[in-house]
């Protein structure tokens, strides 16, 4: 099991976008299991009136993609860990495709997201897999491209300072 202090030290990502909490297997080169328990004090639910019902509290589609490209990243940096990606490799998000949503996740729900390596090529990296709730299925990825770049190369060159014109002198 791998737990939140050493996901830390493998990947960037810090609150509020650390979104995993736990990995509970890791097949190098294969596959990896994680957990995220869902909240009602996460930021997207700030400032949710009284009177919100349960369907106001779905967790965002885009931030459960997320929580499972970091149980992928894990497995991609087991080996290699990358905490900080200004001075190692940054994790780049290529695609996904045949993403299906197929039930909504709330505070209380723990999702076990399932990710399984199918194809690695160099530093690109591709996979599939779902997201459970129980024995529910909250999300299924067909597949999600993922590429890891130095990050001294995706930085922007700096832009060289241009002195304002002379502001003519009205008399």
């Known amino acids: 099991m791998i737990t939140v202090d050493q996901i ?9 976008m650390l979104l995993v909490d736990r990995v509970t297997e890791l097949v190098p080169g294969e596959r ?11 930021p997207w639910y700030e400032g949710m009136p009284d009177t919100a019902t349960e369907e106001d509290y ?4 885009t931030v459960l993609i997320e929580s499972w490209c970091h149980v992928a990243g894990v ?5 290699r860990p990358n905490p900080d990606v200004r001075a190692g490799k940054a994790m780049l998000l290529g695609g996904i495709a ?4 197929h039930r909504p996740v709330v505070p209380g729900d723990v999702v076990e997201h399932h990710v399984r390596l199918a194809r690695q090529v160099g530093e690109t ?9 129980g024995k529910e299925t ?7 491209t993922m ?13 060289p300072h241009v002195p304002d014109p002379p502001v003519p002198d009205p008399l």
């Open 8 to 16: 830390k030290r493998m990947l960037p990502h810090r609150y509020p």
């Open 125 to 133: 990296f591709v996979f599939e897999g779902e997201s459970l709730v």
């Open 58 to 61: 779905h967790y965002p589609w």
């Open 138 to 144: 909250a999300l299924t990825i067909g597949r999600l």
């Open 32 to 42: 990896a299991s994680g957990l995220k328990a869902v909240t009602c004090n996460e």
């Open 98 to 101: 045949d993403a299906e949503f």
């Open 75 to 79: 497995l991609v940096t087991w080996d």
């Open 147 to 159: 590429t890891m770049r130095q990050a001294s190369d995706l930085a922007a060159p700096p832009v």
